[in-house]
């Protein structure tokens, strides 16, 4: 899917991208969220002041893109460089001291060295504007449908995959523009089997659609 592909990926770790990475098309763009669950985890089970002063430094990470959210690229890269810039590079120095005197096998260890492994991939959207802290939206986006391959163990066939698509398409789609999918889908089947031209079919689009308006178009 990715072979024409030019541009930022912001992913996790996996090593299936390592070689997507490695033809210069790509550019990674690391995960916060991710760096952040590592130790978050350990936290969770074991909070330390070590563990809580660098979720404190992570969390003053977002608090300068929840000023800067909504901004245009121009504006969220110059906040970056001044605010979270120098934040960034007291957190690695912070890091790199706390590793140092921790056994390498320690859980503590591995989660900072999965940090400080992939820093430039985690420094990059300092860089640039368009890009985000994170790819948790992405993640949350789909986590219905990680819930549903859960529930009903995949499509069945590969037809039936592109149906699922388009149709998760579909409902993702009107989340994004304020619809409720149900309602949504209900009407537009209606008016489909009523027979509405093909010439209007952009009106039956999730970011053109209301109640209202179907109601004036019939």
């Known amino acids: 899917m990715l072979k024409d592909f030019r541009g930022h ?10 070689d997507l990475y490695r033809t210069g098309r790509i550019v990674e763009v690391g995960c916060w969220g991710h760096a952040r669950r590592k130790i978050f985890d350990l936290h969770e089970n074991r909070p330390t002041a070590v563990t809580t002063e660098l979720l404190e430094r992570i969390a003053r ?3 300068v893109e929840e000023d800067v959210r909504g901004q245009p690229p121009d504006t969220r890269r110059a906040t970056r460089q001044a605010q979270a810039k120098p934040q960034l590079d007291a957190l690695k120095a912070r890091m790199e ?27 990059r959207y300092c860089e640039d504007g368009c890009l985000e802290i994170d790819n948790l939206i992405a993640e949350r986006a789909l986590r219905g449908v990680a819930i549903g391959r859960r529930n ?11 149906r699922a698509a388009a149709i998760y398409s579909i409902i993702e789609t009107c ?16 008016r489909i089997a009523e027979g509405w031209p093909n010439s209007r079919i952009d009106e039956l689009m999730p970011w053109a659609w209301s109640p209202i308006a179907q109601q004036k178009a019939a």
């Open 97 to 123: 001291a706390i590793r140092a005197k921790l056994s390498t096998k320690s859980t503590l260890a591995v989660a900072i060295t999965y940090t400080l492994k992939r820093w430039p991939a985690l420094t």
């Open 61 to 63: 990470l977002y608090n």
């Open 9 to 18: 990926l912001q992913a996790d770790a996996y090593p299936g991208y390592d």
């Open 175 to 190: 989340k994004l523009n304020g619809v409720e999918p149900f309602a949504y889908i209900s009407c537009v089947m209606q």
């Open 152 to 162: 009903w163990l995949f499509t069945g066939s590969k037809a039936g995959g592109e």
